[in-house]
């Protein structure tokens, strides 16, 4: 097959970049039905595609053969420090027509990456759909590694399994100091090899003011595990709109979302991982959410062992690659 010509993204694109991401969504959903049914109309899709296009430098290219755009790739900036001379293309950055070689996407990387490494932009993010086994592997041909995973899993049926020796209850006022050594766990977790995140780690007692502050707001459902008595792990749970990580295309219309978990250093592998996990699937039924959501770290060796054990499947996977080295 002929290469398609590669020209860069601009307003005119926007309607046909609409009709290919309603495209890929479909695709998408006849594999993951769970994902939102409203980015298969055209007109939806096109809706994040301006809003992609209208983020502070904004930019990239599509795929043209004749006249008919069969593929484009739009990446834009995040103010975030955390992420470095950033660029990221989230879920609706990118698509291909059905009959377009996934190969298409490497012209396209190619021609938009010229703008965005001019511009300094070299730490540069992906999100895929996790389905699209070729789309991956052509990101992974372009120098990209997969660095977070975005999934989805049912609510539990039955009755959450908890080990012998655990119990798990909602969280009372009382468990705040434990509360605020949990929520620092995960990031030093996550700060250790192999996943060396550069992420924000507070402080415990940052930590416990932001409990004592929040503990009553009835948008989060708090969850803790007890061993022998003392309190070892906690989840949180709500509403999967009160993620800022897993929106756009990643969003079913309804969803709960498992937004934290966490267990001490020296009671992990005990099984509150599952249990905790498990009475937020629980949770999740109990409240009528059709399907729960988390996202995990691929290089957290725990949480991603953890939540595939308990059933959760990628939708999404986001890569990551640094240029210059
Ligand atoms: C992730 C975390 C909450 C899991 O809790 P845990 O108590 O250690 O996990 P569990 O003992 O319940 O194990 C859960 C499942 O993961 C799997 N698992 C755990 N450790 C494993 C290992 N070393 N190898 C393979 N599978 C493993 C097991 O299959 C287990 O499933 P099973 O019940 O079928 O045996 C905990 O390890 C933790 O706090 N990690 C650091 C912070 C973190 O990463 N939080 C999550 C952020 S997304």
């Keep these: 097959m002929t290469r398609p010509e590669i020209q860069p993204f601009?307003?005119?694109?926007?309607?046909?970049?609409?009709?290919?991401?309603?495209?890929?969504?479909?695709?998408?959903?006849?594999?993951?039905?769970?994902?939102?049914?409203?980015?298969?109309?055209?007109?939806?899709?096109?809706?994040?595609?301006?809003?992609?296009?209208?983020?502070?430098?904004?930019?990239?290219?599509?795929?043209?053969r004749g006249d008919t755009v069969v593929g484009f790739l739009l990446g834009a900036p995040k103010q975030s420090k955390t992420w470095g001379p950033n660029l990221w293309v989230e879920s609706a950055g990118q698509a291909l027509a059905d009959d377009e070689p996934a190969e298409t996407v490497r012209d396209l990387y190619a021609a938009a990456a010229t703008r965005w490494v001019d511009e300094g932009r070299t730490a540069q993010y992906v999100v895929v759909p996790a389905t699209d086994v070729a789309l991956l592997d052509a990101w992974y041909r372009l120098g990209f590694g997969h660095q977070q995973a975005h999934a989805l899993r049912a609510p539990l049926a039955t009755d959450p399994r908890i080990a012998v020796g655990l119990v798990v209850r909602r969280a009372v006022r009382d468990d705040i100091p434990t509360l605020a050594r949990l929520d620092v766990a995960l990031p030093q977790h996550q700060g250790l090899s192999p996943t060396f995140s550069a992420g924000e780690q507070g402080s415990v007692e940052e930590a416990q003011e932001e409990w004592e502050e929040d503990f009553d707001d009835p948008e989060f459902t708090t969850f803790v595990a007890e061993h022998d008595g003392r309190v070892i792990g906690s989840a949180v749970a709500c509403d999967l709109t009160k993620s800022g990580s897993n929106e756009g295309l990643m969003r079913?219309?309804?969803?709960?979302?498992?937004?934290?978990?966490?267990?001490?250093?020296?009671?992990?592998?005990?099984?509150?991982?599952?249990?905790?996990?498990?009475?937020?699937?629980?949770?999740?039924?109990?409240?009528?959410?059709?399907?729960?959501?988390?996202?995990?770290?691929?290089?957290?060796?725990?949480?991603?062992?953890?939540?595939?054990?308990?059933?959760?499947?990628?939708?999404?996977?986001?890569?990551?690659?640094?240029?210059?080295?």
């Design 10 to 64: 601009t307003d005119e694109h926007l309607a046909d970049a609409g009709r290919l991401l309603a495209t890929r969504h479909r695709r998408h959903r006849a594999a993951q039905p769970d994902l939102s049914p409203a980015f298969e109309d055209a007109a939806t899709a096109k809706e994040r595609v301006e809003a992609a296009l209208a983020a502070d430098d904004a930019s990239g290219a599509v795929a043209l």
């Design 252 to 325: 079913p219309e309804k969803a709960g979302f498992l937004g934290f978990a966490a267990v001490l250093p020296e009671a992990r592998g005990l099984g509150a991982g599952r249990a905790l996990g498990e009475t937020v699937l629980a949770w999740a039924r109990d409240t009528g959410y059709p399907v729960v959501a988390t996202d995990w770290r691929a290089t957290n060796l725990l949480s991603s062992r953890t939540w595939t054990a308990l059933g959760f499947v990628p939708t999404f996977q986001r890569l990551h690659r640094t240029i210059g080295y």
